[in-house]
């Protein structure tokens, strides 16, 4: 089984940036789709972007479109989530999942393998 660990998580003011990092173990990382999820206190778990296997194909929320961007490196088995001009209602625990199913998967229940998460808060 793959395990996952997030990085990155801090505090931002309104309109900053971060970029969240997830080094996944195993031999296998380019056979599994990659997903970002957030959970903010009160709410459910929730999609935020996901990419597939080989990096080609990525789809994102209509809530962070144009503002996230989901990547990763073969080379050190790692994904990446880079948020800019983000704002308050982005703060959440944000979580790493990973699916050993192609396509595009956008609910928790798709993703057996999570990280432990990493707090980001974003102050106004």
């Known amino acids: 089984q793959v395990q996952l660990a997030e990085f990155g998580g801090g505090l931002v003011q309104a309109g900053g940036s971060l970029r969240l990092s997830c080094v996944v173990s195993g031999r296998t990382f380019s056979s599994y789709t990659m997903g970002w999820f957030r959970q903010a206190p009160g709410k459910e778990r929730e999609f935020v972007t996901t990419?597939?296997?080989?990096?080609?194909?990525?789809y994102a929320a209509d809530s962070v479109k144009g503002r996230f961007t989901i990547s990763r490196d073969f080379a050190k088995n790692a994904v990446y989530l880079q948020m800019n001009n983000l704002k308050p209602e982005d703060t959440a625990v944000y979580y790493c999942a990973a699916s050993s199913d192609s396509g595009m998967r956008t609910h928790p229940s798709n993703f057996p393998s999570w990280g432990q998460g990493t707090q980001v808060t974003v102050s106004s």
């Open positions: 990419i597939s296997g080989s990096g080609a194909y990525a």
